[in-house]
């Protein structure tokens, strides 16, 4: 019984690491300052990167963080395109909202076309039996 107690102890200690790597190497952060996150060694997210899974799991929550930073710049495109509409009309309009529109602008278009080859080049390496096909669309999306 004792054993289970460790061995249990042991899995949940584990998903806790690989919960923190995911959420870290997710955010993009290196090897080295995701192992500091996660309180492992440097070797570890390397180890763990190996395992098709949990790779698969890192690369679903950068999906997950590219989409919400696509969604929340077209929220803001709408505002942009509002300052652009404006500018139109006024010239008067600091010269600053008009260069923070067109860098939303940019950035959203800049996004979505990484997000789409990363896509892209993920559909076309499973196709080539190089990694498994993963669902990475969100609601409503196809992949």
């Given at each position: 019984?004792?054993?289970?107690?460790?061995?249990?102890?042991?899995?949940?200690?584990?998903?806790?690491?690989?919960?923190?790597?995911v959420?870290?190497?997710?955010?993009?952060?290196?090897?080295?300052?995701?192992?500091?996150?996660?309180?492992?060694?440097?070797?570890?997210?390397y180890?763990?990167m190996?395992?098709?899974?949990?790779?698969?799991?890192?690369e679903?929550h950068?999906?997950?963080?590219?989409?919400?930073?696509v969604?929340?710049?077209?929220?803001?495109?709408?505002d942009?395109?509002?300052?652009?509409r404006?500018?139109?009309r006024?010239?008067?309009m600091?010269?600053?909202?008009?260069?923070?529109?067109g860098?939303?602008?940019?950035?959203?278009?800049?996004?979505?076309?990484?997000?789409?080859?990363?896509?892209?080049?993920?559909?076309?390496?499973?196709q080539l039996?190089?990694?498994?096909?993963?669902?990475?669309?969100?609601?409503?999306?196809?992949s």
């Amino acid at each position: 019984m004792v054993a289970d107690s460790g061995s249990g102890e042991s899995a949940r200690r584990r998903q806790v690491v690989d919960d923190l790597l995911v959420e870290a190497l997710g955010r993009g952060l290196s090897y080295a300052a995701a192992a500091a996150v996660a309180g492992v060694s440097a070797k570890t997210p390397y180890r763990r990167m190996q395992d098709t899974a949990f790779r698969a799991r890192v690369e679903l929550h950068a999906d997950g963080n590219v989409r919400q930073v696509v969604a929340g710049l077209g929220t803001l495109a709408v505002d942009a395109l509002d300052v652009l509409r404006r500018r139109m009309r006024d010239e008067t309009m600091p010269a600053e909202q008009l260069r923070a529109a067109g860098l939303v602008l940019a950035q959203l278009l800049r996004f979505r076309q990484v997000a789409e080859f990363e896509r892209r080049l993920r559909d076309v390496e499973a196709q080539l039996g190089l990694r498994p096909l993963l669902n990475t669309s969100g609601p409503g999306e196809q992949s």
